[in-house]
């Protein structure tokens, strides 16, 4: 496995940079944003995936590692290989396509050519618990969220609903809750038990 790639680089072209490695010229795929970013000469640093087929081995490159993590998590899901990953990470900032898959954004997901309405909804459901939460520091914080509300949210995920419907149903039970509501977790499950059979 080769993690990152470090050296000059040697040419830049539409889709690809190639960088001078130990006197090998190594071509890596990378998005026109990364692209962007390389100057012929300059030394680069970029973290790398390596995607093997039978025939043969393609060096994929990236501005960080945030891209690169998020470019080998998308590919776990069925029908999404390297080159929708790349459209994915080169359409989509990181936090973008985080926030998008977290919040079933399907409108967001289906701006990637190649994507439609199905996919991108496959594509929440695969990856919505495994891509984790926005992690940049440029959103305003939301309120914060009381230790009760977390219980109750993934106990009624254990239970088999969806993390919006538990949210939703944690809401509505959150006016019966006390300033502390840890020492009544029982109860305030049982009440958003009883708002979810409504719907």
């Known amino acids: 496995m080769i993690a990152f790639v470090k050296g000059p680089v040697a040419e830049v072209t539409l889709s690809s940079a190639v960088v001078q490695v130990g006197g090998i010229g190594l071509e ?13 000469g300059a030394e680069a640093t970029l973290p790398t995936s390596l995607v093997v087929r039978e025939d043969s081995l393609t060096l994929f490159g990236f501005a960080d590692e945030d891209e690169k ?13 390297p080159k929708l990953a790349q459209a994915m ?13 977290a919040t079933e954004d399907v409108k967001t997901l289906t701006r990637v050519p190649g994507i439609g309405q199905k996919g991108a909804q496959r594509i929440i459901l695969e990856l919505k618990d495994r891509v984790g ?5 440029g959103a305003t914080p939301g309120p914060a969220v009381a230790p009760w509300q977390a219980q109750v949210s993934e106990a ?23 300033d502390d509501g840890t020492a009544e977790v029982g109860r305030l499950l049982k009440a958003a038990l009883r708002v979810l059979a409504k719907v």
């Open 156 to 178: 009624l995920v254990g239970l088999g609903y969806s993390s919006k419907d538990a949210d939703k149903a944690v809401d509505v039970v959150a006016a019966e809750a006390s």
């Open 28 to 40: 890596l795929l990378c998005s026109p944003g990364t692209l962007s970013t390389l100057r012929i």
């Open 133 to 137: 939460g926005p992690i940049g520091g």
């Open 89 to 101: 990470i080169a359409v989509l900032p990181p936090e973008t396509l985080r926030t998008a898959i």
């Open 69 to 81: 993590t998020l470019f080998e998590l998308v590919q776990t899901a069925s029908g999404v290989g």
